[in-house]
T-cell receptor, first 118, second 115 residues
Framework: DSGVTQTPKHLITATGQRVTLRCSPR?????VYWYQQSLDQGLQFLIQ???????AKGNILERFSAQQFPDLHSELNLSSLELGDSALYFC?????????????????FGPGTRLTVT | AQSVTQLDSHVSVSEGTPVLLRCNYS??????LFWYVQHPNKGLQLLLK??????LVKGINGFEAEFKKSETSFHLTKPSAHMSDAAEYFC?????????????FGTGTKLQVIP
């Protein structure tokens, strides 16, 4: 158990709908990452938040958005869903941001949310 | 700019034989390197990491990796494969970019262990 929780575990919805995925990082971790994993595209980095602020963007579509709240949990919002958005969505957290004294912080991954768009 | 290349998308070994999963990286600065493992329908789990200390890094479950700067490689090895090692493995490079940690994942190597 990594200490990162994600809800829900499974989500089935129709095209055109909007869903919200939730992530709670490990206690004390300030940085949250979102990833999408699909069979055809592999593991894709979407977005990173640190202490409530967006810090890095990856291959995130305009239909997707995220935020990190004062209690450090994060939500990923997916709207106007398409069949191709069906994937596993992972959240990961890490203690801090940046590299200090040559050290780099590993990420702790949640179990993922499996989204199926029909 | 950083990048990471996992040279094999699939590797198949017999149980009890050595495992070698290859990873090459490109980085502008002194990177940190990681290997993660993902078992089917599970999240990713850290196997080991290199952060400029010893070049030979030991991880969990008997895995180890050697950082070779001259070859820009960070290959993952295990002396003897176990059935439970069947999973997908990701090599990851991380470096400081404008004061923030930038992380790049490889495309993954699926390890099959044959009984």
């Amino acid at each position: 158990d990594s200490g990162v929780t994600q809800t829900p575990k499974h989500l089935i919805t129709a095209t055109g709908q909007r869903v919200t995925l939730r992530c709670s990082p490990r206690s004390g971790d300030l940085s949250v990452y979102w990833y999408q994993q699909s069979l055809d595209q592999g593991l894709q980095f979407l977005i990173q938040y640190y202490n409530g602020e967006e810090r890095a963007k990856g291959n995130i579509l305009e239909r997707f958005s995220a935020q990190q709240f004062p209690d450090l949990h994060s939500e990923l919002n997916l709207s106007s869903l398409e069949l191709g958005d069906s994937a596993l969505y992972f959240c990961a957290s890490s203690p801090k941001l940046g590299i200090l004294a040559g050290a780099s912080y590993e990420q702790y991954f949640g179990p993922g949310t499996r989204l199926t768009v029909t | 700019a950083q990048s990471v290349t996992q040279l094999d998308s699939h590797v198949s070994v017999s149980e009890g034989t050595p495992v070698l999963l290859r990873c090459n990286y490109s980085s502008s600065y002194s990177p940190s390197l990681f290997w993660y493992v993902q078992h089917p329908n599970k999240g990713l789990q850290l196997l080991l990491k290199y952060t400029s200390a010893a070049t030979l890094v030991k991880g969990i479950n008997g895995f180890e990796a050697e950082f070779k700067k001259s070859e820009t490689s960070f290959h993952l090895t295990k002396p003897s494969a176990h059935m439970s090692d069947a999973a997908e493995y990701f090599c990851v490079v991380s470096e400081l970019d404008g004061g923030y940690q930038k992380v790049t994942f490889g495309t993954g190597t699926k390890l099959q262990v044959i009984p």
